[in-house]
Each structure stands twice: as structure tokens, then as C-alpha cells.
């Protein structure tokens, strides 16, 4: 073995298929509910929200689904991206693991969330959409969306959390710079900003809040604009399997077949897409690789969650459907990783979950901040705070390997960069940020307030 550090695909290795997981789920999927009617949604409901092409691959069971050109060629403005070891981390650590990870913020968006923005916005224009909502967290999932609105001419409003549209002001100017208009939500544009902010005229928003804002814009319409979501639903995951289609073969390149492969988790895009093509490799040709799904302990979505029937917002708008929730008004503390505070997951993550195919931790934030301030010392790349959970759980992997002995090949995906994340970055290194554990009573109380779903 050479010292090599990075390992690179050429652009002809660009996958050609996504990979889709329902073709070998062991763990058979639940059914999507009407909000209303709580009966199995048709595509007809789905279709008020997105073009039919995402709405097969939602429900699609096909194990490949090619990638159109349209999409690789934008893809290649930044993909395959780079697979690094981390070498000078291993070495602060003083391990006997091999640490790799997978970078994504080499896209022009600083994150993972173009593979899928981009994919959608090409289905929409393809099916004659002339313009998208959305809503956006962090920020990362908007600026992809506006950076893929863009590049199909088509319009964009972005429901922005208004905390993070006040932490985060460069991001919205990201948006802004792609051509987007982005609100601070709760607005007073929709129904259902103006009964939030009737109630709370300073409420600080919320992921469930901002998603009802920008579903009822598209509902609304009459057909002028269409819905695009970031994370959750299988159509994203699918899109996000690019991410460990390439990994797979730079695993290869260095030789080795990870045994734990670790992604964050918010809505559990990043670590499906890192991690599904590992677990295909379990499910069909005898491999055993861990996958460990890392989440915040402010917002333990499958660590402390109920695995029942919820719904994808609070407005109760969106489908519901079974997962690992925190209730649908789950009002999140104010963290630095914005991207993780959903109150639910990806139904297949959960199902996958509950079934013992994949493993879940939750860490804290200082622990977390502590990660990415070792990462940025050895390796150089200051992460999104998000990602920064993966490299705390990455971290615990190399030092419990230490501590057995063992040499364990540890995959990680850094979903992004943070070089827009310094307000969090000086809130840590001021001293100000603290830990938060999300209180088991308040998910008990929020368990109150669920569907009362004839199938659950
Ligand atoms: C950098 C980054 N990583 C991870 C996430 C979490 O999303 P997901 O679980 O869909 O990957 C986000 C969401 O905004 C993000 O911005």
C-alpha cells in the first residue's frame, strides 16, 4: 500500500443508475396516508405537488433507474467527488482504524443536496413546471434548489426557518444570488404563516412549520408551481445513491470493504445515499458492513422517537406515513445543525431500523463541535455542523477500535462543507453553545396529538 490520500474516479466513471432500495428491502413498505382522508394517497393527490415522473420513482420497485443525461451532464460540474483518508486524523488519534470519507461539499451549493435538486428540477421542467416552493432548514437544501432552479430557467420561493434566515444570512443571500426569493418563515404569505404567527408572533419557526408553508403555496396555485422536498421521501434517497455507487468503487481503489459506514441524519437522504448501495452489498453478496445513522441528541428522531403513523408537517398538509417521530409540532431548540432538526425520518430508514438492518446514535452537540474542530486541525476542511455528527461518530469508532485492538475500516460521508456555518463556529468557540438533550416527556405528551390511523 502507498501513502495515496485521495482516490479519484474519472468523469466517465459517473454512475449511470440510481439505485433503488425497494427492489431488496427485507422490511416491506408501510402505506402512504392522506392527511385528510388517512386512506392510501393516489398519484393524483401526489401529482397537485410533483411531476409524475418522481411520483414512479416513489413508488417504483425497478432495482436501477438510469440517470438522464441532462442531469449527469450537470452533475459533472462537480461529481464523482472525491473519496479522501483521512490520514492525519487517524494519526491525532493515534488508531488502528483506516478512516475514509466521502466529500460532498464540493458542489456548488457546498453539499450533497444538488444530487437530488438537481433531479428534480429537471422532472419538473420536463413535465412543462414553470416554478417550485420549498422549504430549507439550514439553508443547504434551499441554495441547492435555487442553484438547480436556475440552471432549468425555472422560479423559486423559499420558506426559510426564520431562526436560521437570521443566523445564516449569507446563505439566504446564496439564494438570492441564484435568482430565488427567500422568506423567513412563519410569513404572512400563507394561511398557515399567518395562524402560526396569530398564536406566536415571535415563534422562531420550525422544518414542519416552513414545509406547510410551502406545500399550501404550491397547493394553492392552481397548478402554477410545484413542491420540492429535500429529504424523506424515497425519490431523494433514490437520487442520493449516487453518493455510495461512487464510493463504492473508490473502496476498491484503496483496497478495502468498510466494515461500519456512517452518514448523519436529518430527514436520512446523505446516509441512505452513502449507505443503501453498502447495504445492497450485505443483502445480496454476503458482505457485512455496520450502517450507523448518527443524529443530534436535541432532535433523536430514531433513537428516541415512536415508530408509528405521523405527519410530515405540522400543518398537517403533507402525507402521513410511518416513521420514527417526534410529533409534527415538535418545535426544536435552537441547535447549529439546522439540517437535523425534523421531527421524523425517511420511512425506509426506520422500517430498516426497527428491523436491526442498521444501527442508530445520538451525540451531543459540544461533542460534536469538539469532532469538527479536530477535523478541521488534521484534515483542513472546517464541516457543516451537520456532517459534523459523522465525524463524531466516526471518531468513537476509531478510538473504541483502539481501544480492542482492532483495525476497523471506517466509511464516513461528509455531507458538506460549514464555510457558511461560522456563526455557529464562533457561538462554540465563545464559549456560548451547550448541550440539549430532547426531553422523553415532551415526545410522550407529543404522542398525543398523532393521527388516529385505522392501519396503525
Ligand atoms: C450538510 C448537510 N448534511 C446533512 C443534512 C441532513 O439532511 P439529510 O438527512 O437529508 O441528509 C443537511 C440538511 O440540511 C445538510 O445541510
Not at 141 to 156: I, K, R, V, Y
Not at 191 to 214: H, K, Q, T
Not at 405 to 421: P, Q, T, Y
Amino acid at each position: 500500500m502507498t501513502n495515496q490520500t485521495r482516490f479519484l474516479l474519472n468523469e466517465s466513471d459517473l454512475p449511470k443508475f440510481w439505485y433503488n432500495i425497494n427492489a431488496d428491502n427485507p422490511v416491506p413498505p408501510t402505506p402512504v396516508l392522506h392527511p385528510g382522508t388517512m386512506e392510501p394517497v393516489t398519484p393524483d393527490f401526489l401529482s397537485v405537488l410533483f411531476p409524475m415522473d418522481l411520483i414512479l420513482q416513489e413508488i417504483s420497485t425497478e432495482r436501477f433507474i438510469e440517470i438522464p443525461e441532462e442531469v449527469r451532464e450537470i452533475y459533472r460540474l462537480y461529481r464523482p467527488t472525491p473519496l479522501l483518508r483521512a490520514r492525519r486524523l487517524e494519526k491525532a488519534l493515534d488508531t488502528t482504524a483506516h478512516i475514509y470519507y466521502k466529500y460532498e461539499g464540493v458542489s456548488p451549493a457546498g453539499s450533497h443536496k444538488p444530487n437530488t435538486a438537481i433531479a428534480q428540477a429537471f422532472y419538473n421542467k420536463k413535465a412543462g413546471t414553470k416554478a417550485m416552493t420549498t422549504e430549507t432548514g439550514a439553508g443547504q437544501w434551499g441554495s441547492a434548489l435555487a442553484f438547480a432552479c436556475h440552471f432549468f430557467e425555472l422560479d423559486l420561493e423559499v420558506y426559510m426557518v426564520k431562526v436560521s434566515y437570521h443566523q445564516k444570512p449569507y446563505r439566504r443571500n446564496l439564494m438570492e444570488t441564484y435568482g430565488s426569493r427567500v422568506y423567513a418563515s412563519p410569513t404572512d404569505k400563507t394561511n398557515y404563516g399567518r395562524s402560526v404567527l396569530e398564536a406566536d408572533p415571535n415563534s422562531p419557526g420550525s422544518l414542519g412549520i416552513a414545509i406547510s408553508e410551502a406545500v399550501e403555496a404550491a397547493a394553492t396555485s392552481n397548478g402554477a408551481k410545484k413542491y420540492g422536498l429535500g429529504s424523506v421521501l424515497n425519490h431523494v434517497l433514490l437520487h442520493q445513491t449516487v453518493i455510495g455507487e461512487e464510493a463504492l468503487k473508490q473502496m476498491d481503489m484503496a483496497g478495502e470493504f468498510p466494515d461500519v459506514v456512517i452518514g448523519c441524519v436529518g430527514g436520512g437522504s446523505n446516509f441512505a445515499g452513502i449507505a443503501y448501495p453498502f447495504l445492497r452489498e450485505n443483502l445480496k453478496n454476503g458482505k457485512r458492513a455496520r450502517l450507523l445513522a448518527v443524529e443530534p441528541t436535541a432532535a433523536p428522531s430514531l433513537t428516541k422517537g415512536v415508530y408509528t403513523f405521523d405527519y410530515g408537517d405540522t400543518a398537517k398538509m403533507a402525507p402521513i406515513v410511518k416513521m420514527h417521530t417526534l410529533g409534527h409540532d415538535f418545535i426544536p431548540p435552537g441547535i447549529h445543525a439546522g439540517g437535523l432538526r425534523y421531527h421524523g425520518m425517511a420511512p425506509s430508514i426506520c422500517g430498516l431500523y426497527d428491523a436491526g438492518y442498521i444501527e442508530a446514535v445520538a451525540v451531543k452537540q459540544m461533542a460534536t463541535f469538539d469532532a469538527a474542530i479536530q477535523f478541521a486541525h488534521t484534515e483542513g476542511i472546517v464541516p457543516a455542523p451537520e456532517s459534523a455528527h459523522a465525524i463524531r461518530a466516526a471518531i468513537d469508532e476509531a478510538l473504541d477500535a483502539k481501544a480492542k485492538g482492532e483495525k476497523r475500516v471506517i466509511l464516513f460521508n461528509l455531507s458538506g462543507h460549514g464555510n457558511f456555518d461560522m456563526g455557529a463556529y464562533e457561538a462554540y468557540l465563545s464559549g456560548k453553545l451547550e448541550d440539549f438533550e430532547y426531553p422523553a416527556e415532551a415526545v410522550q405528551a407529543a404522542m398525543q396529538k398523532l393521527p388516529q390511523v385505522p392501519v396503525a
